[in-house]
C-alpha cells in the first residue's frame, strides 16, 4: 500500500513563515522613511500656501502701495501665520534696479524634528 502525500511538512511551513518574515521585515524597515517623506511633502505644500496667500494679498494692493515702507516687508522679522501652527514667514519687497517691477519674496520657515526648514518664494510685480 502505498502513502500518498497531502499537505506541506513542517519544513516546507517553517521555511515559507522565514521568507515571508525577511520579506516583511524589510518593507517595514522602509515604514519610516516613507512617513517622513509624506510630512516633509505636506510641509512645503502648507508653505506653499501661505506664501500664495501674502503674496496674492499683495498684490492686490494698488502697485503705488507696495513698498518696503506700507507694513508689508517684514524684513528680518519672522511672523508666525495664524492660519497654520508651527510656521512663520517674512516678507521683502524691493525694487531692483531702475525697472518699474518690484521684487516680492516670502520666506516660510517652519520647524521639523527638531530642525529649522526655510523655504523663499520670489515674484515680480509689474
Known sequence: MALKKNGFTLIEIIIALTILGIGL???????????????????????????????????????NDITSADGYD??????????FAGFSYMIA??????????????TVRWGFKGKDHVETFRTMIV
Open 25 to 63: 521585515i524589510s518593507v517595514l524597515a522602509y515604514l519610516p522613511v516613507a512617513l517622513d517623506a509624506s510630512k516633509k511633502a505636506a510641509d512645503m505644500t502648507t508653505a506653499a500656501l501661505i506664501a500664495q496667500k501674502h503674496i496674492e494679498e499683495i498684490k492686490s494692493a494698488s502697485y
Open 93 to 106: 519687497v524691493s525694487n531692483p534696479g531702475a525697472s518699474d517691477a518690484k521684487d516680492l519674496s516670502v
Open 74 to 83: 517684514t524684513s528680518g522679522v519672522f511672523n508666525a501665520d495664524s492660519d
